[in-house]
């Protein structure tokens, strides 16, 4: 599933093309994706509309109109946007085609068609705007994204950190693959609970974090060109995992066997002597009155 990593890359492999490029039509394969298509306002919101830029929120893109229309996209499982020639033929899962000003399409293609599309109309976007970014959490790039602000959150959180981390209420875009990378660069076991780590900890959650986000779009940035290429398959990011699906495989820091467990329904891997267990703080002994 691609998370904020592939997202970005996605992002800034379109931006240096898209802006200042009208959208002349619309096509739509007719299938429900996990939303209703909004053909009747894609067509009267972003028809005939120039691109202006093109941001992220959590694991959205936000492709901006110079009217000030936002149409809103979610690759969902398997979802992909390719920048093509008109005259290539469509792909058997494309469900969305934008036919632009200098002769190419901007695609969508979602094999399992759990993404969705969106927009905000130009008199509504400020507000729709506004309200969809309150339900999203803090960016684990973003300022906001800090030991103290995140203490703070998870002061009486029960559940787990690494569910915790993945919780887009709580932290955008955090997913399973890097929240399991995140922990074990941070040292931390995943079923720690939120609401037991220290501000020490978060710290260096935190750093984690961000190095291996970071880490993820520069690696994908190498492989931009792919996704824009005719083949229409998106340039993911090539990094090398330390933790994520090697189980029985050797810590690269330690050599312990790697572990896979089940946490929340979801396949979880960590070092079982680079993050251990956290032993509950003990309570303190209270003296009997004599």
Not at 129 to 140: L, Q, V
Not at 199 to 218: G, M
Not at 259 to 266: N, P, V, Y
Request: hydrophobic share 35%.
């Amino acid at each position: 599933m691609p998370e904020l990593p592939e997202v970005e890359v996605t992002r800034l492999g379109l931006l240096p093309h898209l802006p200042t490029l009208k959208i002349i039509n619309i096509w739509w394969s007719g299938k429900k994706l996990r939303t209703p298509m909004p053909l009747q306002l894609l067509q009267r919101s972003i028809k005939q509309q120039e691109i202006s830029t093109i941001d992220r929120r959590a694991k959205y893109l936000l492709f901006r109109m110079t009217n000030k229309a936002v149409l809103v996209v979610h690759l969902g499982m398997t979802g992909k946007l390719s920048l093509l020639q008109q005259d290539i033929p469509k792909a058997k899962h494309d469900h969305l085609a934008l036919s632009l000003s200098n002769g190419k399409e901007l695609r969508f293609n979602d094999s399992r068609r759990f993404g969705s599309v969106t927009v905000w109309p130009p008199d509504r976007a400020e507000e729709m705007e506004r309200d969809f970014s309150a339900k999203e959490g803090m960016e684990p790039l973003g300022k906001e994204f800090t030991p103290q602000s995140l203490l703070a959150l998870a002061s009486n959180k029960k559940l787990a950190i690494k569910p915790f981390l993945m919780n887009s209420k709580y932290v955008a875009g955090i997913g399973n693959i890097y929240a399991n990378e995140t922990l074990f660069k941070a040292g931390i076991h995943p079923n720690t609970p939120a609401q037991h780590i220290t501000k020490k900890q978060w710290q260096k959650i935190v750093a984690a974090a961000k190095s291996t986000l970071k880490q993820a779009i520069a690696a994908g940035g190498t492989t931009i060109s792919d996704f824009l290429g005719s083949s229409g398959q998106p340039g993911y990011f090539q990094l090398q995992l330390n933790v994520y699906g090697k189980k029985d495989t050797p810590c690269p820091q330690c050599q312990s066997l790697v572990l896979k467990t089940e946490l929340a329904g979801r396949a979880t891997f960590c070092c079982p002597r680079c993050q251990p267990k956290q032993q509950p703080a003990k309570k303190p002994c209270r003296k009997k009155k004599t």
